[in-house]
């Protein structure tokens, strides 16, 4: 049986809690290098984090937006719709962009124009809708957009990057660009196992590239309780622990609840429009959680560091 195989056995909720893998001590240890917890204080500059998931639809853009609008009351926010050629978070800020990421890219305007400011004190990126080739950008593109990044960032607090799923090189740029990121999962074991596989691919990729960045935290999102939350989050730090040798700290618990559907149809922030609901309180909680690690995380700026990702480089 491969590595693999033997990490989806153990994130599968029907897994034998009696089977015992091995790990050589040997394959954690490079893990080690790349990961670090965040203990330095804050230098200047956004700090940035990176929502992501492996599985597409655990919620990346409802977190972002509603992490988005909550950061946005403490200082000025943008939000970086990461999903480029599927992009959406537009529609939760209920916005019409007049440019895109596809706009920067073809060379037709500047980053700055397609800043897009939303009622809610958020300021958005948008990143463009049915243009295929923004899912996969070629390096000199993605180096581009780390550029213009670069000019934006010192004039804001925070930068929320709603991420595209799955593990692409550009989806996992972003990630190990940022300061931070969250990782959603869902108590579903195809989530589970995805989340495992991009915290794999990240922390391969940060070592290859000779970079230290916090392992994500986890947030496990449409829990049915605090207990299976807790559940989801153990086995995927059991998993995280043996296979890739470094530890993953949940760092919040966000209640399934329909309110997520219902600030979906009315194009809103769930904070800004069921700032009441057990989702919201639980995402004020999460953003307080995020806000306090930034703090105490070395930010750097993001976009630099994501020009030298997209040539496989680190500064
Ligand atoms: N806590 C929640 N409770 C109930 N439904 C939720 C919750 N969070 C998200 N959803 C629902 O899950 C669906 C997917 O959410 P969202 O679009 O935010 O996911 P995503 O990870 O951004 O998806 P994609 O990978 O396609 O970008 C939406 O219908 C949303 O309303
Ligand atoms: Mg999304």
Redesign the pocket.
Known sequence: MTRWDQARQLLGFRARESTRVREKSSRAGPVREAVRTPAEPRSSGAGSICVV?G???????????SLAALLARRGRTLLLDA?LG?A?AHILQDVHPEHTFADVIAGRVEMESIVTPCANGVELLAGGSGFASLAGLKAFELEMIGRGLQRLEPSYDHLVV?S??GLSRQTVAFASACDASLL?TTPDVTAMTDAYAFLKVFVRQCAAQGIARPMPYLVV??AQSEEEAKQVARRLQNVVSKFLGARIELLAV????????R??QRRSAVVDSEPESE?SRAIVTLSCGVAARLAHTETQAAGARLAMAAHGRSC
């Open positions: 998931s599985k597409g639809g655990t919620g990346k853009s409802s977190v972002s937006a999903d599927c959406n709603d595209a799923a959603i999102n449409r966000l209640p399934d609840d329909r309110a997520a559907l600030a979906i989702l």
